[in-house]
């Protein structure tokens, strides 16, 4: 049974940071491109972050770069989402999921399409 479970979701204010978690279970991480995604209600969901399983390449939306670091634990089987300097536009519940190979990190982070697995969510809000 493939099982996405992400973590480290909660309340911060402007410009703290936060941690996201994302372990998988029910098949080798490193084999797949691992992406996180955030939807507000109303609007389209937003590729955030991707790595590659390829070459461990990554990609992030301009929304976020840098401020957010995406990384891979292979022995863990998790995939972190380092977020610092956070903004209230951050608020999001945020998703991670599993796509296929990556030719392109790119083009797979900016379709959600391209990713068939997906974890329950956590709930990031950033608010004074």
């Known amino acids: 049974q493939v099982q996405l479970v992400e973590s480290g979701g909660g309340l911060v204010q402007p410009g703290e940071s936060l941690r996201l978690s994302c372990v998988a279970s029910g098949f080798t991480l490193r084999a797949y491109t691992i992406g996180w995604f955030r939807q507000v209600p109303g609007k389209e969901d937003e590729g955030v972050s991707c790595?590659?399983?390829?070459?461990?390449?990554?990609y992030y939306a301009d929304s976020v770069k840098g401020r957010f670091t995406i990384s891979r634990d292979n022995a863990k089987n998790t995939v972190y989402l380092q977020m610092n300097s956070l903004e209230p536009e951050d608020t999001a519940v945020y998703y991670c999921a599993r796509g296929g190979p990556s030719v392109s990190v790119q083009a797979m982070c900016v379709q959600n399409d391209h990713f068939g697995s997906w974890g329950q969510g956590t709930q990031v809000t950033v608010s004074s």
């Open positions: 790595i590659s399983d390829r070459d461990g390449s990554t």
